[in-house]
C-alpha cells in the first residue's frame, strides 16, 4: 500500500489468511510488543481460552494464532519495522501519517 508516498503493508489476518505463530512471533517483535500487549481481552474466545491461565509468551502466540480474532489490528509493516495502529495516530511512528 502507499499513502501520501509512503509505501507499508497492512496486515490483514482477517482477509488474507491466519497468521503463523512463527509470523506472528516475527511481528509483535517488530512492533517491540509483548503478546499481552497485542490481545483483545473482551473476545470471547479470551474468556475460553486465556483468562484465569498462565501462559507463557510463547503459549500465548501459538493461541493467538490459532485464534486470529484475539490479535489486535490493525498491525501495519514497513521495512523492518512495525506499529499496532491502535489508535491511528501510532502510524506516526514509521513515518507515516
Known amino acids: ?3 501520501n508516498g509512503i509505501e507499508y ?4 489476518y482477517l482477509k488474507d489468511g491466519p497468521l503463523t ?3 506472528l ?3 509483535l517483535q517488530m512492533a517491540g510488543l509483548k503478546p499481552q500487549e497485542a490481545i ?9 481460552l486465556v483468562a484465569d491461565q498462565d501462559l507463557s509468551d510463547e503459549q500465548l502466540i501459538e493461541v493467538m494464532a490459532a485464534h486470529p480474532e484475539l490479535i489486535q ?3 501495519v ?3 523492518k519495522r512495525a506499529v499496532l495502529a491502535r489508535p491511528v495516530q501510532k502510524l506516526a511512528d514509521l513515518g507515516i501519517k
Open 1 to 3: 500500500m502507499i499513502k
Open 9 to 12: 503493508d497492512a496486515v490483514n
Open 21 to 23: 505463530a512463527s509470523k
Open 25 to 27: 512471533k516475527t511481528l
Open 40 to 48: 483483545r481481552t473482551k473476545e470471547q474466545a479470551y474468556k475460553q
Open 73 to 75: 489490528r490493525p498491525i
Open 77 to 79: 509493516v514497513r521495512g
